[in-house]
């Protein structure tokens, strides 16, 4: 199958290419990615004109082209929890939110702290899957923080980091074992920053608002205890951390802090914490309940200039797709988790209208910096790389309806904002996937 997309907007920040152009694809891989003003004048297109008519072609006018986004943190759910996402569900909600490649989380049933359970996902997801599924295999066997899980077999198995997300590493002398061996196999240890005896119970942010609705609430104190602590065991280790879902103030200085000091620490947030405040939890909506929750102003205003500065450099979704009966329940009962592949670009893209990033720096967020991290070879459109591309129409507006997702959580705090930035096409591995 041969595809040339022309007339769009083509940003690659990994070739630092931002222009009209044309991109060439064979055979899942990308042929060649020219920009046609550039190209008049110093360099000739290697795609000769005879061939033309043996290409599809995609008219991406009015729209920009880029490397395939990429989320580090995702909760496919399956194997277990089948009726809350799938592989095929959770992978077609993510081609539709524009991105090609996803990493999914562990706390699956079984959890994935086997060469079973790894080699089950990658497996269903390449009969399955509309995007590139890389599995995250947990720390720790059964994600008990009590015994290492056998890290070796499962990287040779596939797994691109391990975390033990949905849960923090409780025992500090695992996780220092973990980071050891992070800098061993050069693999990522995420963590989920949580201190379970501060956080017992809570449901929301702790402050006046939490105060006010009468729920129980999560200090953010449980947060940043754990990032200082695995901020002190990367510096002790010098093994390769990467925080995930960052939500408040003192975490952004902490982890802006330590790579001050020149440790090895990546760091994620996700839309909700640059886009909600614990304010929205007044209508007592379940599906604004999330961990680490929605914070204050304060916060998100930190959040934006971490992600500005360079302090935090992922955005991740943390996909958690719940079905509807663990959402209508009493807030306090309630799952936590936002649906949040199909909405995340859009909300990136505020930043973007609201002059904290610029288009390139938030598909380097989205796309370059997760490729990076994980050490998957996506986040770009250079010649001879995975044919993983998204065309997004900028100015198109659309109201979230989550009914209409994709993924089988409609479990989305968005619903009914209007947003800006369609999805036009997502081509995975070469394979187009559109819904126009
Ligand atoms: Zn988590």
Known sequence: MKILIKNGRIIDPSQDI???GEVFIENGKIRETTIVQKRRSTEARKVKTSELSNFRTIDASGCIVIPGLVDMHTHLREPGFEYKETIKTGTKAAARGGFTAVCCMPNTNPVN???AVTEFIIKKALQEGSCTVYPIGAITKSQKSEELAELEALKRSGCVAFSDDGRPVTNSLIMRHALEYSKIFDVPIISHCEDLYLSEGGVMNEGFVSTILGLRGIPKAAEEI???RDLALCQLTGGKLHIAHVSTKGSVDLIRQAKERGINVTAETCPHYFSLTDESL????????VNPPVRTEKDVEAIKQ??????IDVIATDHAPHHIDDKTKEFDAAAFGISGLETAFSLGLQLVEQGILNLKQLIINMSVTPSVIMRIPKGTLSSGSDADIAIINLEHSFVVDSSRFLSKGKNSPFNGWSLKGTVEKTISMGKVH???
């Open 18 to 20: 931002d222009g009209i």
């Open 113 to 115: 702290d086997t060469i």
């Open 226 to 228: 754990m990032v200082a």
């Open 282 to 289: 007044v209508s007592y909506d379940t599906n604004f309940k």
């Open 306 to 311: 971490g992600l500005k500065d360079g302090t």
């Open 434 to 436: 559109d819904w126009t």
